[in-house]
C-alpha cells in the first residue's frame, strides 16, 4: 500500500492525489492496528484477550449476517414511511436521512444505539411507523443484543478453558512467523541445530522399548546412560520393598505391644 500510494502520488490531479492518499492511509493505519495486536498474542498477560477477541470474531459471524438482514429491511421500510410527497424538499435532518438507502441504513444502525426520534409526523402512516419502531426495538435491541451478550459469554467460557492450550498455539504462530522471516542460510543452520531432539517419557514407557530409544532416533542406538539409569532404578525398587517389609514388621509389633499392656492392665486389677 506505502508503494502504491508513491506511485499514485505523481500522477493525476492534486484534489484525487489527496483523496487516494486519505484512504490508502486511513487502510494502511487499520492494517497495522490488526497486525500489532497480534503480536500481543506472545505475552501471556494480553494473549487471552486477543483470543476472546478472535474468538467472538469467528462466534459472531452468523449473528452479524443476521443483523445485517434485520437492518436492511428495517431499513427500506423506514425509507419507504419517510419517503413521502413533498418530503424532498424538507431540510429536516430525519428526512433527509431516509432518502436513499446508504443513509437510511446509518440511520437504522443508529436507533440501535439508542439515536433516535419517536416523533413520526409527517410520515406516510404514523401508526404504521409507530408499528415498525417498536418491532425493530424488540427484534434488534432486545432479541439479538441479548443474544449477542450470551453468544460472547460462551466464547469467553471456551477460550478460558483451553487458555493454556490457546497461548501455546498463538506462540507457535508467531514463531512460525518469525521463521518465514528469516533468510534461507539461517533456516538451515536452525534445521542442523535441531535434528536431535530429546523427549522425556514415563519409566514404564522407555523400559517398554528396551531401554532405547525405540528407533525415533534414526540410528536404533542405546543409550549411554541407559545401564545405570536401569541399575539406579531396581535399586530403588529393592529399597522400596525392604521399606514395605519394616512398615509391616512395625505393624506387627505395635499389635504385640498392644496385647502385652492389655494383658499387664487386667493382672493388676
Not at 100 to 118: D, E, P, Q, R, V
Request: hydrophobic share 50%; aromatic share 8%.
Amino acid at each position: 500500500l506505502l508503494i502504491l500510494i508513491a506511485l499514485l502520488s505523481f500522477a493525476g490531479e492534486q484534489h484525487l492525489n489527496f483523496r487516494v492518499n486519505a484512504v490508502a492511509y486511513a487502510v494502511c493505519s487499520q492494517a497495522l492496528m490488526v497486525k500489532l495486536l497480534a503480536y500481543f498474542r506472545g505475552f501471556k498477560s494480553y494473549s487471552k484477550l486477543v483470543g476472546i477477541l478472535l474468538q467472538n470474531v469467528k462466534d459472531m459471524t452468523e449473528f452479524l449476517v443476521i443483523l445485517l438482514v434485520l437492518l436492511f429491511f428495517y431499513a427500506i421500510s423506514f425509507m419507504m414511511m419517510y419517503h413521502t410527497p413533498g418530503a424532498m424538499e424538507l431540510d429536516d435532518d430525519i428526512f433527509v436521512a431516509n432518502r436513499h438507502i446508504g443513509t437510511a441504513l446509518l440511520t437504522t444502525f443508529g436507533m440501535m444505539l439508542g439515536n433516535f426520534s419517536n416523533d413520526f409526523s409527517g410520515t406516510a402512516s404514523p401508526l404504521m411507523t409507530t408499528i415498525l419502531f417498536v418491532g425493530f426495538m424488540l427484534s434488534v435491541c432486545i432479541v439479538c443484543l441479548n443474544a449477542v451478550i450470551a453468544l460472547l459469554g460462551d466464547s469467553y467460557s471456551s477460550v478460558m478453558e483451553r487458555s493454556e492450550a490457546e497461548l501455546t498455539r498463538q506462540t507457535a504462530e508467531l514463531v512460525l512467523e518469525h521463521y518465514d522471516t528469516m533468510s534461507e542460510k539461517r533456516r538451515q543452520d536452525l534445521e542442523l541445530e535441531s535434528a536431535w531432539a530429546h523427549c522425556l517419557v514415563p519409566w514404564a514407557e522407555w523400559a517398554a522399548n528396551g531401554g532405547h530409544d525405540g528407533g525415533a532416533s534414526g540410528a536404533g542406538q542405546h543409550d549411554d546412560g541407559g545401564a545405570a539409569a536401569t541399575s539406579q532404578v531396581l535399586k530403588v525398587e529393592a529399597l522400596g520393598g525392604q521399606v514395605a517389609e519394616i512398615k509391616h514388621g512395625l505393624k506387627a509389633l505395635d499389635a504385640k505391644l498392644d496385647a502385652l499392656t492389655k494383658l499387664l492392665i487386667s493382672r493388676d486389677s
